[in-house]
């Protein structure tokens, strides 16, 4: 299989297990995405992704010109959010968003999500999740903003978009729709928490230990 049917295949599955567990919430809407090269991304065409086929994605580079195929006039305001990020983050691989009903909410509340749920280290994260200020869907306004968050803040790999949604970036498509899972879990425990009387920090040194302890596991063995 070719790199790109192979990366076709992945975002297919991916929008599939998006739907059944609920982080697209109930319109079904996301966008996904995946590198290609260092200046060409492979990006659903439409806004709906319930029945991706071969003929769902585009194929554009990272300044913004479509190689092959066709973007709906709604999504190709959003083609720069993307590759704003692939070319700020060399490291990412794969970029996903969606209106995740509980990472929404706090985004809805213009409040970061804390690094309270341990989790969310195991993917590197170390910083909580910022809020990006409102401004239209893909304005230079709101790419600015995101992309000031992922170029001063390195402990993260999402960013909340105020009352519209949450953008999650990863080493590869498949590990950035785990990370929106684990994401969305942890938004929806931090408000359980919150009702019997909030969440607690983790300790200080918490993510040092836990690499510390993944370099064990990973000497061991090898």
Known sequence: MT??????????QIATTLK????????????????????????TRGGNVDHLDEDSFAIIRTDGTIL???VMPAQAEIIQMHAAVYKARQ?????IHTHAPHATA??????????????????GITEAIPVIAW?????DASVMGIIDAVNTKPGIAAVLLANHGVLAFGKSPTETAQLLATLDEAAELILQARLI???????????EQ???????????NA
Not at 24 to 42: C, E, K, Q, Y
Not at 91 to 95: F, K, R
Not at 135 to 139: E, I, M, Q, T, V
Request: no cysteine; proline share 7%.
């Open 68 to 70: 092959e195929g066709e």
């Open 197 to 207: 009387g909030g969440e607690k920090p983790l300790p200080s040194q918490a993510f």
């Open 20 to 43: 059944q567990t609920g982080l697209m919430f109930r319109g079904n809407h996301a966008n996904l995405s995946a590198r290609l090269d260092p200046v060409t991304m492979i990006m």
């Open 135 to 139: 401004a239209p869907r893909g304005s």
């Open 106 to 123: 706090f985004a809805l509340a213009h409040e970061e999500i804390p690094i309270v749920y341990e989790p969310l280290m195991r993917f």
């Open 210 to 220: 836990i690499e510390e302890r993944k370099r064990e596991f990973e000497t061991a």
């Open 3 to 12: 790199q790109i049917g192979q990366a076709k295949k992945e975002l297919i």
């Open 91 to 95: 490291s990412v691989g794969g970029i």
